[in-house]
């Protein structure tokens, strides 16, 4: 039940960041060099505010993707297992 809540919370904030990181590929790959000079400054620009991808973050500094999700349950399962290892010295 956990897993699920984590992955649905985590789903929609990824297609956010993978989304914005596309950005930039498809502006490039698109063939600019047929467009005007106006048009490739304002394709220029989009690529340059999608250097950094948008994403959801978790208080100010973490992004809620699967990377971090996958560390958060990495350390979930490190402290029950120190418990359980200090339940089983007694």
């Known amino acids: 039940m956990t ?8 789903y929609p904030s990824q297609r956010i960041y993978n989304s914005s990181s596309d ?3 498809k502006c490039y790959f698109n063939g600019w060099y047929k467009y ?6 304002l394709l220029q620009i989009m690529m340059m505010k999608t250097l950094n991808p948008s994403c959801v973050k978790i208080g ?3 992004p809620l993707n699967f990377e971090t999700s996958g560390k958060i349950v990495r ?7 120190a418990l359980m290892s200090m339940m089983n010295l007694n």
Do not use: D, E
């Open 60 to 62: 100010p500094t973490h």
């Open 23 to 25: 950005i930039c590929n």
């Open 36 to 41: 005007s000079v106006k048009t490739r400054k």
């Open 3 to 10: 897993m699920q809540f984590l992955f649905v919370g985590t």
């Open 75 to 81: 350390l979930s399962f490190s402290y029950i297992a």
